[in-house]
Nanobody
């Protein structure tokens, strides 16, 4: 069974940085498309970023482009989300997700439990 665990969330002031990590177990991480999502209270879940299994394709939501960077280390079964120039509107629970077969950045089969990111003004 594939399991995903996020870490690295916390409280940061506006303009600061955080790096989220998501480590997977129980599957073949190196073949998965990986994504980061977030959900703020009262808002729909948003796909923040995604990366293909070879790291040759990435996706960023317009709201984070130029500030966030997704990367992966297949040897460590880990995907990262480097978040710079954080804004209060980035406050949300951040989830990582794994797609073992679709590759379209649109469908994910496995999800982590989430990590809270809070940006104070």
């Amino acid at each position: 069974q594939v399991q995903l665990r996020e870490s690295g969330g916390g409280l940061v002031q506006a303009g600061g940085s955080l790096r989220l990590s998501c480590t997977t177990s129980g599957g073949t991480f190196s073949s998965y498309t990986m994504g980061w999502f977030r959900q703020a209270p009262g808002k729909e879940r948003e796909n923040v970023a995604a990366i293909s299994w070879r790291s040759n394709r990435t996706y960023y939501a317009a709201s984070v482009k130029g500030r966030f960077t997704i990367s992966r280390d297949n040897a460590k079964n880990t995907v990262y989300l480097q978040m710079n120039s954080l804004k209060p509107e980035d406050t949300a629970i951040y989830y990582c997700a794994a797609d073992p077969k679709d590759g379209s950045f649109a469908k994910y089969d496995y999800w982590g439990q989430g990590t809270q990111v809070t940006v104070s003004s």
